[in-house]
């Protein structure tokens, strides 16, 4: 919902969005198809802490300079979003369960109240 309702107002004061990922990003991704298992949610859980603290910082530093009064709002409300889903990834990537199966084989649950086996 955040990244539409970004599309939105970029869309209303004409600022034009980039169509495709960054060639850091693409690099970063074929990297990651090179990882299977716990290697790679370890990997994946590693990537989102480390592009949500960058997000942040750059969505506070956009802030701190934005005129719009539009467009400041929507960034300050983005911020909030990110720094919920920076706190979530740091939890799950510091948690050993995290990918990880019991001895039994089984797949450990991150939050249990997902069935993470469909």
Do not use: C, W
């Not at 990922?21 to 690099?27: E, F, L, R, T, Y």
């Not at 969505?59 to 990110?82: E, P, Y």
């Amino acid at each position: 919902q955040m990244l539409n309702d970004l599309k939105t107002l970029a869309q209303q004061k004409g600022v034009a969005l980039p169509e495709s990922a960054s060639i850091k990003d693409m690099a970063q991704m074929k990297l990651m198809e090179r990882s299977s298992g716990a290697e790679f949610d370890k990997k994946y859980m590693d990537e989102m802490v480390k592009d949500h603290q960058k997000d942040l910082k750059d969505a506070q530093d956009i802030a701190a300079k934005a005129k719009d009064a539009d467009f400041k709002a929507a960034v300050q409300k983005a911020s909030t979003k990110i720094n919920e889903h920076l706190q979530l990834a740091q939890r799950i990537a510091g948690s050993p369960a995290a990918g990880s199966t019991s001895s039994t084989g089984s797949k450990k649950e991150v939050n249990p109240g997902i069935n993470y086996s469909k």
